[in-house]
């Protein structure tokens, strides 16, 4: 019998300790196809923007995790794009199932959109695959550089616990994505909530110009605003609470008003007076 075929990406890159906890997790599970950015990828949510004449570039670029070697590829293009290469060029038949992580820096909160996990992710169940995008929590100056210095063993134990519970399965109708969130306190043991996404501004982009000269270059940097505004029963709730967060998405972005209230409110007649 045929093993079930598994994509693991990221956006973190090709080089990240995270995609390779990863790839250890799930090799168990299946054969792998590892296709993650050539470069860091952080922020581009679902972009297929092509940023250089070398995109779509693709090299062979083994992944190693604790002594274990893995042959993967490295893509010069978006996560999302990624994807795309994975599915049109690199898969020798039908993906079974796609893990986007592990990310360094959580995804929670009304910002997830920015996600390039999460953009890798959607991109897969748009084609129609069963998709699992992970990250966990980090401090904020580690989201864009491979810190060695973290521990993705218990993410490791959640990749390979959610990833084994839903291979070979389908997703109820409107879910399109589980995105996984892990604290940094995790440890195999820790408990697990299923959560709605919170509306939380969760990371607050602030721009810091040295001068005030408009056209002289500016940088971002980033606040995060954590649990104790959050609502119970959400993503950024059960991460402030040191539980494990499985959020349902849906590439369904529609509202839930009802379209007949917004038909009326449109359709009113502003007030003369």
């Given at each position: 019998?045929?093993?079930?075929?598994?994509?693991?990406?990221?956006?973190?890159?090709?080089?990240?300790?995270?995609?390779?906890?990863?790839?250890?997790?799930?090799?168990?599970?299946?054969?792998?196809?590892?296709?993650?950015?050539?470069?860091?990828?952080?922020?581009?949510?679902?972009?297929?923007?092509?940023?250089?004449?070398?995109?779509?570039?693709?090299?062979?670029?083994?992944?190693?995790?604790?002594?274990?070697?893995?042959?993967?590829?490295?893509?010069?293009?978006?996560?999302?794009?990624v994807v795309e290469h994975a599915i049109q060029e690199l898969a020798p038949r039908r993906i079974n199932l796609v893990v986007s992580g592990i990310n360094y820096g959580e995804n929670v909160g009304s910002c997830i959109t920015i996600s390039g996990t999460i953009g890798a992710a959607m991109e897969a169940a748009e084609c129609g695959l069963l998709a699992l995008a992970f990250s966990m929590e980090t401090e904020v100056e580690q989201y864009f550089r491979h810190d060695r210095s973290v521990d993705f063993s218990a993410a490791l134990y959640f990749v390979r616990f959610f990833a084994e519970r839903v291979l070979g399965k389908q997703f109820p109708p409107d879910v399109d994505v589980f995105?996984?969130?892990?604290?940094?306190?995790?440890?195999?043991?820790?408990?697990?909530?299923?959560?709605?996404?919170?509306?939380?501004?969760?990371?607050?982009?602030?721009?810091?110009?040295?001068?005030?000269?408009?056209?002289?270059?500016?940088?971002?940097?980033?606040?995060?605003?954590?649990?104790?505004?959050?609502r119970p029963g959400t993503d950024a709730y059960a991460l402030s609470r040191g539980l494990v967060s499985i959020t349902p998405l849906s590439l369904d972005h529609t509202s839930r008003t009802p379209l007949d209230e917004l038909q009326k409110l449109i359709d009113r007649h502003p007030d003369p007076g």
């Open positions: 019998m045929t093993r079930p075929l598994i994509l693991v990406t990221n956006d973190d890159g090709i080089a990240s300790p995270g995609l390779a906890a990863a790839v250890a997790a799930v090799d168990p599970l299946g054969d792998l196809l590892i296709a993650a950015p050539a470069t860091q990828q952080t922020s581009m949510g679902r972009s297929r923007t092509r940023l250089s004449e070398l995109d779509g570039c693709i090299l062979p670029r083994d992944v190693q995790y604790q002594g274990k070697t893995w042959p993967g590829f490295a893509v010069q293009a978006t996560p999302a794009l995105k996984v969130d892990i604290p940094r306190s995790a440890t195999p043991e820790s408990g697990w909530m299923m959560t709605a996404q919170d509306r939380l501004a969760y990371y607050r982009p602030t721009v810091v110009r040295e001068t005030g000269d408009l056209f002289q270059p500016s940088r971002l940097t980033h606040s995060v605003a954590k649990g104790k505004f959050s």
